[in-house]
């Protein structure tokens, strides 16, 4: 009964042995049969989507420009030259047609795919360069993230030529990443300071003002025996990146503030983990990219040290339930799987990404990508959940491309990888019938 409250049941999931078959031909994927397409002097690939009907490819690239295919031809539709006076770093669908760009030129552009010569709008409101957009299809508000350390929310319902109504959300030192759950109850926060941050029962409509908000107990993700066996001497304590009054670290009687209702936390609690990396428990490290599971079972995090000597692919499991100790926050991170990624192409970050069914991982893996699962059979992560921290199987390599691989994307209707690299070459995957 728990695990159909939790979506984990079979009898919750009757299109298991559908993913099963999805899952066999992604593992038939050839290297021969991936269909190139060359972006010429475009610069860079940062990043690829798929429009939610799996129609239009769109890819951002590092000179200025966004590309436009139709993935199921590979022939290109369009491309937005001038799309930013900068690099364009990310693209997100809100729907079929209307889309968001952003840039290091500090904005967000609206595109609607029916009128491409001209912007919806052109959002302006970050001060350095914007990085992350995310949008909750609840209330219809973009989120978006930057290396101003803002996250800010607009309002797309009123949207003008002239903008969208817009406030700052949240703020803190060293943000890279952030990300909202499927079902838009949590906010994920990244930093290069190897911190991570979790907004719990998030409210977007109320804006968070330096110490306005719950601070839970902060610490270390840990395994299962680690939690069992700390009762005593409680977790360890870390500092946090959060701006407070701009002091130091946050003191332990700050981070146990106790929660503001009973049996749970308060409307946009925060938690503050240092994720548990292997090899890494000494020495600092950066948590470059953040993925989020499709079903919000879990967060997939890429890390990289801070001597930039390695790097790893980690999966933490949402352990929802109960609070492990009274002052415990009510949903923690427990490390399940991980793998050493290549040290290849240094400097920059390495995005990748769940399948749709989420059974699968690709990441970039030096001039190429690795298809990833939990187990041999590339069951799903609730099926094979391990007591300790296991590594992640490599269910087949793909090398097509002569530059170091920045970015991959599965299709969320066909069969279908895309991964773009340094040199501006996108490469698309299907399998072999």
Known sequence: LRGRCLGRGAAVDPARDAFGAMTGLYGAIQPADSVSLSTRTHGAVFNLEYSPDGSVLTVACEQTEVLLFDPI????????????EDCVNNIRFLDNRLFATCSDDTTIALWDLRKLNTKVCTLHGHTSWVKNIEYDTNTRLLVTSGFDGNVIIWDTNRCTEDGCPHKKFFHTRFLMRMRLTPDCSKMLISTSSGYLLILH???LNKSLEVGSYPILRARRTTSSSDIMSSGSSGPRAVGSPCHQNNSGPLSEKTLSRPSQREGGSPRNSLEVLTPEVPGERDRGNCI????????????????????DDQEWTCVYEFQEGAPVRPVSPRCSLRLTHCIEEANVGRGYIKELCFSPDGRMISSPHGFGIRLLGFDAHCSELVDCLPREASPLREIRSLYSHNDVVLTTKFSPTHCQIASGCLSGRVSLYQPKF
């Open 201 to 203: 029962d998030l409210d």
């Open 288 to 307: 470059t990219s953040l993925q989020l599971h499709p079903k919000g079972w879990a967060t997939l995090l890429r890390c990289s040290s801070n001597t």
């Open 73 to 84: 031809s590979s022939k290109h539709i369009k491309t937005l030259s001038e799309a930013h």
